[in-house]
T-cell receptor, first 113, second 113 residues
Framework: DVKVTQSSRYLVKRTGEKVFLECVQDMDHENMFWYRQDPGLGLRLIYFSYDVKMKEKGDIPEGYSVSREKKERFSLILESASTNQTSMYLC????????????FGPGTRLTVT | QKEVEQDPGPLSVPEGAIVSLNCTYSNSAFQYFMWYRQYSRKGPELLMYTYSSGNKEDGRFTAQVDKSSKYISLFIRDSQPSDSATYLCAMKTSSGSARQLTFGSGTQLTVLP
């Protein structure tokens, strides 16, 4: 059974803190993605990675960075958390030629106070 | 104007009803059309995908694409309470990078027993 896991289901952080969200997939997928999901706005792509150490900005990269040191692991970093980054964060992975079929993790509900 | 528009609902139907979920889009380069299902407190999962125009059937689910009208639909026959979820349409062009997966904002469906 394919699996994408995320380090936390719920997270509460203070404004200005550095926040790390971790994602691990066990399917040997080349592509990994970070989205945020907000009511009425759907899923918006923050960053994606198509290979180890390779990354590309999505639609809303401001205030975020990513790291992919190993194929199975993709981290999202909020350098200085702000209240407008309160959201549901979803990680996904897919095969290189099959990005229409993405496998999602359960999500991390981040609240920044 | 968003590239992909989806009626957010909520949509509430009795068990056994036929459900129709729809999305419209503006980018004529979209070639892959997907429907993802997202249960409460879970990540989305791919339900069906269609390449280019036409219909595709899988059990009680039928996906329909009308490229001339830039309109896609998902029909659920004999709906069950277990179909209660948020349904997200997603679209992709046939070329370019993996980032070109564009999601609708989702329609929340409740099937009442």
């Amino acid at each position: 059974d394919v699996k994408v896991t995320q380090s936390s289901r719920y997270l509460v952080k203070r404004t200005g803190e550095k926040v790390f969200l971790e994602c691990v997939q066990d399917m040997d997928h080349e592509n990994m993605f970070w989205y945020r999901q907000d009511p009425g706005l759907g899923l918006r792509l923050i960053y994606f990675s198509y290979d180890v150490k390779m990354k590309e900005k999505g639609d809303i990269p401001e205030g975020y960075s990513v790291s992919r040191e190993k194929k199975e692991r993709f981290s999202l970093i909020l350098e200085s958390a702000s209240t407008n980054q309160t959201s549901m964060y979803l990680c996904a992975s897919s095969r290189a030629g099959n990005s229409y079929e993405q496998y999602f993790g359960p999500g991390t509900r981040l609240t920044v106070t | 104007q968003k590239e992909v528009e989806q009626d957010p609902g909520p949509l509430s139907v009795p068990e056994g009803a036929i459900v129709s979920l729809n999305c419209t889009y503006s980018n004529s380069a979209f070639q892959y059309f997907m429907w993802y299902r997202q249960y409460s407190r879970k990540g989305p999962e791919l339900l069906m995908y269609t390449y280019s125009s036409g219909n595709k059937e899988d059990g009680r689910f039928t996906a329909q694409v009308d490229k001339s009208s830039k309109y896609i639909s998902l029909f659920i026959r004999d709906s069950q309470p277990s179909d209660s979820a948020t349904y997200l349409c997603a679209m992709k062009t046939s070329s370019g990078s993996a980032r070109q997966l564009t999601f609708g904002s989702g329609t929340q469906l409740t099937v009442l027993p």
